[in-house]
Every structure is written in structure tokens, then in C-alpha cells.
Nanobody, 112 residues
């Protein structure tokens, strides 16, 4: 199983970013996928998840600002992030649920 996150970058507070996760090596349409993040000095945390039936779940910090979606034909999962805050600065990872091996992630940096 391979999951490659991309789309991170440097953005000012209040800005937006869209992360993409390319998935291979599994039956994508049957898999629940999640976005996680890890800030410096902190534990990795679950940000958002989406089931094969497109049911979504969000952390309290992500609710109302982030939207997770999936494109089954492209075998991709997306995380649209709006109204970003400096506290959102972290490396963002995507993974299956339950998590398998971790990829490199993509860095999101929000400046104040």
C-alpha cells in the first residue's frame, strides 16, 4: 500500500490550501482514508476521515474549516483547508484506517 500526500506549502493566516493523497496498492473504493498531522514536539493526531461510503468525520479543530473528499476514479483523497491558523502548522499525512506504514507527508506552514 502506498499513499503519497502533496499540496502543502506556506500560507498566511486566513488562507487556504488543498492537500491531495494519491493511493495505490489497495482496493481504493473499499477503503476508509484519513488525514493526520504532526506538529513539532506533538503527537500525530487525526484530522479528518472518510469512509468508502463517503461518510466523514473531523477533529474539533478541523470542523467548519476543513473538508475531506474522495475521487474514486482518480484514487485520490483531498483535504480542503480554509481559514488556516498558525496552529495548523504541521506535517500532514494520509493513511488508511487503521493506519499502515507512514509516508513522507506534506508540510503545511501557516504564518501569522
Amino acid at each position: 500500500v502506498q499513499l503519497q500526500a502533496s499540496g502543502g506549502g506556506l500560507v498566511q493566516a486566513g488562507g487556504s490550501l488543498r492537500l491531495s493523497c494519491a493511493v495505490s496498492g489497495l482496493t481504493f473504493g473499499n477503503s476508509a482514508i484519513a488525514w493526520f498531522r504532526q506538529a513539532p514536539g506533538k503527537q500525530r493526531e487525526l484530522v479528518a476521515s472518510i469512509t468508502s461510503g463517503r461518510a466523514t468525520s473531523y477533529s474539533d479543530s478541523a470542523k467548519g474549516r476543513f473538508t475531506i473528499s474522495r475521487g474514486n476514479s482518480q484514487k485520490k483523497v483531498y483535504l480542503q483547508m480554509h481559514n488556516l491558523e498558525p496552529e495548523d502548522t504541521a506535517v500532514y499525512y494520509c493513511n488508511i484506517i487503521p493506519p499502515d506504514q507512514w509516508g513522507q507527508g506534506t508540510q503545511v506552514t501557516v504564518s501569522s
